[in-house]
């Protein structure tokens, strides 16, 4: 059958290879505005152990409605990060505002997909924000299990401007991942 | 609430997460539930790189040095199109790829093999109105890994894809024709439908073989569309 889509293989221990290229922190395309946040997090596998060797893309698709592109061609909106030695990550956006389509009210949030060696397939998630009201609203958190929707929004941070979102690959914090 | 869906894919032609043959998997792999992902504006939607992303040279990874890297030079060329056989056209194509001699130029690659200083192994393409990409590289080497006892990667490349939608995105690994290694290696058998697994294999290809140059292998890669239907309750 031509039309199936090509398998996914494991992007392997190495892809920093050929994906660092196109790393990038900030998802605002160097328009920051005063509703800026750093996120930061680590990923964890089953034995709770740091993930040094995964890579998160965020997807903030209403940036998009401004510019599509930087001069550079990199996409406003997109962010690709590695996580360090210590399984830590930190990326940029300016934060998502609450959205209507499809008839239904969407909750400020950001789509995420993660690669790393051991994973034959990305995986697929949301971070969703603290002490939204809309969360009570978004339909995707609503499919979640009340008592797993608290891994998907993140946790506000010390410091004014951040928040905090682990993500665990396993366990009974085992952050929620979708099929698509 | 009635939210659109993607198009499912066939059973059996995507890896499951968990595929104990593969260790790495084992600690890696979720063991709750998937919840099943509507389609809203987010999976919709995608990142779209620029053509200025892209740089001539940039899918020639055999001339970035003064002398050209050791090895088979080839040319590795494909379409790029969706479930519904139209070609993905500017579409970000990313690869990258061990040297002739199975080692990455990554400081995590330990395998005793020498590294080529004319090779770096990592290219990038944009498809055309066809959904077309070239590549002008050497063919990579196979690699022991410590997966199992005498375990060896078939030879292969890496290609990073996005398509017309988040949900489009594929990474995965182009093999080529005839390896004795494919047989096995669980990172390639991880896919239980026989024809899935085999269209993970380049073909021989005489067309964009090159006289006096270049064996050509052709690699066309189906990317996930932007097909909606609507939510089953």
């Given amino acids: ?28 395309g160097g328009n920051a505005s005063s509703e800026h946040v750093t996120v930061r997090g680590r990923v964890l596998d089953g034995d709770r152990q740091p993930v040094p060797d995964a890579v998160l893309e965020i997807w903030q698709p209403g940036e998009v409605n401004a510019r599509a592109t930087g001069p550079d ?17 930190e990326f940029s956006l300016n934060k998502p505002v609450q959205s209507e389509s499809d008839g239904v009210t969407h909750a400020p949030h950001v ?14 998630t949301r971070m969703y924000f603290p002490d939204e009201a809309a969360n009570a609203l978004d339909p995707v958190l609503q499919l979640v299990p009340e008592d797993r929707r608290i891994t998907l929004i993140a946790k506000s941070a010390e410091e004014p401007g951040a928040v905090v979102w682990d993500i665990h690959l396993q366990s009974d914090h085992e952050t929620v991942f979708f099929d698509f | 609430m009635n939210l659109p869906t993607f198009r499912k894919v066939p059973s059996g032609t995507q890896p499951e997460y968990l595929h104990p043959p593969y260790k790495s998997s084992l600690k890696r792999a979720p063991t709750r539930p998937l919840i099943a992902l509507p389609a809203t504006f987010s999976e919709r939607t995608g990142p779209v790189f620029g053509h200025a992303a892209v740089q001539a040279g940039d899918s020639d990874l055999t001339a970035l ?16 199109l969706d479930e519904d056989t139209r070609p993905v056209r500017g579409a970000l194509v990313e690869l990258w790829q061990a040297n002739a001699a199975g080692r990455y130029k990554h ?11 004319h090779f770096d192994g990592y290219g990038r393409a944009i498809t055309d109105q066809q959904g077309r990409y070239k590549f002008l590289t050497i063919k990579p080497g196979a690699y022991p890994w410590t997966n199992h006892h005498n375990a060896w990667r078939p030879a292969h490349i890496h290609f990073s894809l996005f398509g017309a939608g988040l949900l489009s995105r594929l990474v995965t690994q182009m093999y080529f024709p005839g390896d004795p290694l494919l047989d096995h290696d669980p990172i390639y058998n991880c896919v239980g439908d026989e024809n899935a697994k085999r269209r993970l294999i380049s073909s021989f290809d005489w067309e964009s073989t090159t006289p006096e140059f270049a064996l050509g292998y052709r690699f066309d890669i189906v990317l996930r569309g932007r097909e909606v239907t609507p939510m089953e309750k």
Avoid: C, W
């Fill in chain 1, 73 to 89: 061609g990199y996409p406003v909106g997109f962010g690709r990060v590695a996580t360090n030695d210590h399984g830590e990550f």
């Fill in chain 1, 1 to 28: 059958m031509a039309g199936t889509p090509l398998a996914s293989q494991t992007v392997g221990p190495f892809f920093s290879i050929g994906l660092h290229p196109f790393l990038r922190r900030d998802l605002f």
């Fill in chain 2, 107 to 117: 400081k995590n690659d330990q395998h005793n093999a020498p590294l080529d200083p």
């Fill in chain 1, 111 to 124: 789509a995420v997909l993660i690669f790393m060696r051991g994973l034959l397939r990305h995986l697929v």
């Fill in chain 2, 65 to 80: 040095h003064e002398a050209p890297p050791a090895g088979e030079r080839i040319v590795v060329t494909g379409r790029v």
